[in-house]
């Protein structure tokens, strides 16, 4: 079948992304669902940081590829042994898929899971190579086996998480990444406790899904850091008590916690944000890594004696070691409860036209941009 999707040819365009294009909605050949696969028809995307670090080249990724991992859709055909799912059933896609098998998964941590950590460095799927190919045929390859910024999407049974139908498509996608990763690292990887004070550096999508994360769970104080007032100002109204620039941060931080915070979410991929982290947080606290920085960036200006000497932790965070199938259902009983209001976070909605993804590429990497949702086939409205 044919399907509209959004190919990126070439990493490292100059900016203005409006002006130099990187990204083209082309009509590509989708191959039919496989064993283990489903068709869905996507109904709207996110636009995440994540997709900017493949254009820009942060991240390095098989090219062509068909950019998009943030979404919610329709179910249209299920391949053999996906039986579970139905056409017509809503389902949120998740970027990491899982094989339910390895050790990673026995544990409870799916994300980890090294068979799909492949399937996605490759630019297949799961259970096969890629299904895309351009009208020359040549393959093009699957953004972490989803490629959302398309019209129709065949992805793995694993990256599906069944919803309610009476989800709005635009609130249910940013569930698959932006909640996961966000709220997944306040409430799986530091496992905040009520009262617990907590600082989120970095308010984009996955920054401000913490601070929703960390007000359900009962921060407090809770405060949040960036350089952008306009992102300053949404988290206040998402529920942090606090808001400042970074270079306040510090002396605020320790101000507002009596010495330093229990934990501090960095949300940026900086290695000197990082390091700032560490300063944030008093004896014993935990900084949570969640933003991807770059392959070669390094951490510096951290003091060794932070560890052994203050019992500070530094520790990673990948998807928000969520169990999507059952973090999304739980963290959307919150958004239904008024305590995840994720729609907050969205800037603006756009058709999948070649100009308009690549004007709101530029509005995500001048910061004037949170969460813009791509409305892919024409069901939201």
């Known amino acids: 079948m044919r399907t509209a999707a959004t190919v990126l040819r070439a990493a490292g365009a100059a900016r203005p992304y409006g002006t130099s294009r990187p990204l083209e909605v082309e009509e590509l050949e989708l191959g039919q669902p496989r064993e283990g696969e489903v068709l869905v ?22 090219l062509p590829m068909a950019l998009g991992h943030e979404a919610a859709g329709v179910v249209e055909e299920t391949g053999p042994a996906a039986g579970d799912l ?16 390895c050790a990673r998964c026995a544990e409870g941590r799916p994300a980890l899971c090294p068979a799909a950590a492949a399937a996605n460095g490759s630019g297949g799927l799961l259970h096969g190579p890629s299904l895309l190919r351009d009208a020359a045929g040549r393959t093009v390859h699957h953004q972490l086996g989803v490629s959302a910024f398309s019209s129709y999407a065949v992805v793995a049974r694993e990256s599906l998480v069944p919803i309610p139908r009476d989800i709005p498509f635009e609130v249910a996608s940013m569930f698959g990444c932006a909640v996961l990763t966000g709220a997944g690292a306040v409430v799986n990887t530091a496992g905040l406790r009520p009262g617990q004070s907590a600082v989120v550096y970095g308010l984009g999508g996955v920054g401000l899904s913490a601070v929703l994360g960390a007000r359900a769970a009962g921060a407090y104080p809770l405060i949040a850091v960036d350089p952008v007032p306009g992102k300053r100002e949404l988290a206040l109204r998402l529920g942090a008590g606090h808001a400042c620039a970074p270079d306040e941060a510090e002396e605020a931080v320790a101000a507002l916690t009596g010495g330093g915070a229990d934990f501090a979410f960095e949300a940026v991929g900086s290695g000197a944000v990082t390091a700032a982290c560490l300063r944030a947080v008093g004896r014993g606290g935990t900084v949570v890594s969640v933003g991807l920085p770059a392959p070669d960036r390094t951490l510096e200006d951290v003091p060794a004696l932070a560890f052994a000497g203050e019992g500070k932790s ?68």
């Open 86 to 101: 139905a056409a017509g059933d809503h389902v949120a896609l998740v970027f990491v898929p899982s094989c339910g098998r």
């Open 314 to 381: 530094l520790i990673g965070s990948y998807m928000g070691d969520a169990v999507p199938r059952r973090d999304i259902p739980r963290f959307l009983a919150l958004w239904r409860a008024g305590l995840m209001p994720v729609e907050e976070m969205r800037t603006a909605t756009l058709p999948l036209t070649t100009a308009d993804v690549n004007g709101a590429l530029e509005s995500l990497a001048d910061g004037s941009a949170i969460r813009q949702i791509v409305d892919t086939s024409g069901l939201l409205g």
């Open 41 to 62: 028809r996507v109904a709207a995307a996110g636009l995440c940081h994540s997709d900017l670090s493949v254009v820009n080249g942060d991240r390095v990724r098989p």
